[in-house]
């Protein structure tokens, strides 16, 4: 059975959005969509994975169902200028907490890339980037991936998530073509 395309499965859920504007009803597909199978998913992931017990207390049901009912400007304000979100709860923390929290950019929790491949993870980003392995594999520039990676390593420029796609590809075409190259690499593997 062939994998419905992106838009239908974004299509369905719209569908069932019965919100009474555009916004409550992308906000609706959103939450079912995005923050159940992306944002949820990895989150719950990674927690487990530092046997960590997550918690999201905004998402307690009955909290989510009340917003749900709340006009779509308590919500979103700005559309037309500078875009304002979490406007209410930004409005219900302004006694408690100081300005420089309230007005601050949002922020995630990005992986440090750029020190673990400055430090802990240089000579294994310097093994699988090497020119030799550059070169062999004829996607990139050798002396151009050396220089990445000596401007990063000196702190001349900071190259972490263009490094880290680097060396994804190179091990993406380990696993995968390589080794679909030399089947004996995968049944040495599984002995």
């Not at 309230?102 to 750029?114: A, T, V, W, Y």
């Not at 980003?125 to 990063?152: E, K, M, N, Q």
Request: net charge positive.
């Amino acid at each position: 059975m062939a994998a419905s395309p992106p838009e239908a499965y974004f299509a369905q859920a719209l569908s069932k959005a019965d919100g009474p504007d555009s916004i409550s009803r992308l906000l609706y597909v959103d939450t079912k969509l995005w923050l159940a199978d992306d944002l949820l998913a990895r989150g719950d992931k990674m927690s487990m994975a530092s046997s960590l017990e997550a918690r999201v207390p905004l998402l307690d049901h009955r909290l989510v169902e009340f917003a749900a009912t709340l006009p779509s400007d308590l919500k979103v304000r700005g559309l037309s200028r500078k875009l304002s979100r979490k406007y209410l709860l930004r409005e219900v923390a302004r006694d408690l907490l100081p300005a420089a929290i309230l007005h601050r950019p949002k922020k995630g929790f990005p992986m440090p890339m750029g020190a673990w491949l400055r430090g802990e993870a240089r000579d294994f980003c310097r093994d699988l980037l090497s020119p030799a392995t550059v070169a062999r594999r004829g996607l990139f520039d050798p002396a151009a991936i050396a220089g990445l990676l000596d401007d990063h390593e000196s702190g001349r420029a900071g190259h972490g998530p263009l490094l880290w796609t680097l060396l994804s590809v190179e091990l993406w075409h380990r696993s995968f073509l390589d080794r679909a190259q030399h089947p004996s690499c995968v049944a040495a593997q599984g002995a």
